[in-house]
């Protein structure tokens, strides 16, 4: 699908940059960050199938890479919530000051550890995050205080046969006082990887954006 707007950004963090992905469809009703913990994520053939099912939506992208090349070799690093959150509070601030995303409703997609740097970064003061999404994250690791303090809507997609990740998933929820549901995508493992099952999860994070974007929906 071609864009009126596809434009790779480096955004400063401390002494390093990192890459992210920004992709605008004309007039766009909200712009979705992805937040992934690996260095891969702008890369990730399943998070641009997700942002490209956005695009026919009319939301916004932005897959950011959290860490940088060096940085994603270290385990530990993928591990690091608070630095990941750290990440992706100042890429959102940096969509707060950029002239064609300034004016959006803002969302969060996380994979992975990126789910629980996308819960607890919505907690954040000053920010007014419209809706999360996590595809097989770890939002156990947000940590309860946080996951209590999440206020907006909050998707949680995880595969039948990804039966650890979905216990954790399970506990999550239990803290979480926000709107929130537990999807469980039937027949799928923890990388969607099944025939329809990442085209469940699209679809089903495309419905959620679409319905929590919008500035004149109670958050």
């Not at 002494?15 to 007039?27: C, K, M, N, R, S």
């Not at 690996?38 to 932005?62: D, E, K, Q």
């Not at 819960?119 to 156990?140: E, N, Q, Y």
């Not at 969607?192 to 679809?203: D, I, K, M, Q």
């Amino acid at each position: 699908m071609s864009l009126p707007l596809e434009q790779l950004v480096h955004i400063p963090v401390g002494q390093v940059h990192i890459e992210g992905l920004l992709a605008l469809p004309t007039a766009p009703v909200g712009v979705v960050l992805f937040a992934h913990g690996s260095g891969s994520s702008r890369h990730s053939l399943r998070n641009n199938y997700v942002a490209g099912v956005l695009h026919t939506r009319g939301v916004g992208t932005l897959l950011l890479d959290l860490l940088t090349p060096e940085e994603d070799q270290d385990y530990r690093s993928r591990f690091d919530i608070s630095l990941l959150t750290q990440r992706l509070c100042v890429a959102t601030r940096w969509l707060a000051r950029h002239p064609l995303t300034q004016s959006l409703p803002v969302g969060y997609f996380g994979a992975s550890t990126g789910a629980a740097a996308a819960l607890r970064a919505a907690t954040a003061p000053g920010f007014a995050i419209r809706a999360v999404v996590s595809r097989g994250g770890r939002p156990d690791l947000a940590g309860p205080e946080d996951l209590a303090r999440v206020d907006c809507p909050t998707l949680l997609l995880v595969g039948s046969r990804d039966e650890e990740v979905l216990e954790l998933n399970r506990q999550a929820a239990a803290l979480m006082h926000c709107p929130h549901r537990l999807s469980v995508v039937p027949g799928a493992t923890h990388l969607f990887e099944e025939p329809g099952t990442l085209e469940a999860v699209a679809r089903q994070a495309a419905d959620w954006f679409e319905t929590c974007l919008p500035p004149d929906t109670p958050a």
